[in-house]
C-alpha cells in the first residue's frame, strides 16, 4: 500500500527499462518527476513571487532574455534554489528520504535542472 504523500503523485509512463539504470536515474523517474509534475503549478506560482518580489519586468523580456534570466536565477540566487528544493523535497516520504540523502548533490543536480527546463518551457 503507498502511503499518502505517494498516492497524491501522478503516475507517469516511462518508457526506460529499468536494468542499466542508475541509481540517480531511477530515483529522478519514479520520485522526482511524479512530484515537480504535481508541484508545477506551485513551482511556477513561487518562480512568479520571486521575480515579482525583484521587481524584474519578465513579460517584457524577449524569449532568450527570460532563459537567460532564469539560467542566472538558479545559478546564483541560492535561497531562491533552497527554497524550490523544499517544495519537492517535502513530499518525499521517510524511506526515500534517507534514499536521497545517500546521493543528495547528485540529486539536488537532477531537482534544479528539471525545475529549470519546466520553468523555461512554460514562459
Not at 518508457?15 to 515537480?36: A, M, T, V
Not at 538558479?74 to 524511506?95: P, W, Y
Not at 528520504?97 to 539536488?108: F, G, V
Request: no cysteine; charged share 30%.
Amino acid at each position: 500500500m503507498q502511503n499518502t504523500k505517494q498516492s497524491l503523485r501522478p503516475q507517469l509512463d516511462i518508457k526506460d527499462q529499468k536494468q542499466g539504470k542508475s541509481f540517480e536515474e531511477e530515483f529522478q523517474n519514479e520520485i522526482l518527476r511524479p512530484i515537480l509534475k504535481l508541484q508545477h503549478d506551485l513551482i511556477l506560482a513561487f518562480f512568479h513571487r520571486h521575480v515579482t518580489k525583484r521587481k524584474v519586468q519578465f513579460t517584457g523580456l524577449s524569449q532568450i532574455q527570460k532563459n537567460e534570466y532564469t539560467l542566472q536565477l538558479f545559478k546564483k540566487d541560492q535561497s531562491f534554489i533552497v527554497e524550490l528544493r523544499g517544495l519537492i523535497l517535502g513530499l518525499l516520504d521517510l524511506e526515500e528520504y534517507e534514499k536521497y540523502q545517500t546521493k543528495a548533490s547528485d540529486l539536488n543536480k537532477r531537482i534544479s535542472s528539471m525545475a529549470l527546463k519546466r520553468i523555461q518551457s512554460t514562459f
